[in-house]
């Protein structure tokens, strides 16, 4: 079985499902602020998800100096996140959880 790593900053949580690993990224983790649109968003997936359904890859890589295998990194971890992940369900249950 595959574990998940956090990565965030270098954090070595590891979860045994994705769905654990985003959790704790958005729970855990200090917010990301958008380095394109200043939106705060949770730390993480989210943040990738952010960056690329709400902006184009040359604004995240002029916004954050990124190259094209950065962007392809974020990109890879995105879409195996999304095969592997209900994430609509994790949005849900964050909504359930959220106390702020
Ligand atoms: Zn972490
Ligand atoms: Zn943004």
């Excluded at 998800?49 to 971890?77: P, W």
């Excluded at 095969?83 to 909504?95: G, H, T």
């Amino acid at each position: 079985m595959s574990l998940w790593t956090c990565g965030i900053d270098g954090c070595d949580a590891r979860f045994g499902d994705v769905e654990s690993a985003i959790l704790h990224q958005t729970t855990e983790h200090e917010r990301h602020e958008c380095r394109v649109c200043g939106a705060v968003v949770p730390e993480g997936y989210f943040a990738i998800r952010h960056a690329f359904d709400e902006h184009t890859r040359a604004e995240y890589v002029r916004a954050y100096e990124a190259d094209s295998s950065a962007v392809r990194e974020r990109e890879r971890i995105k879409a195996e996140i999304e095969a592997k992940a209900d994430v609509e369900r994790i949005v849900a249950r964050l909504n359930e959880d959220g106390d702020d």
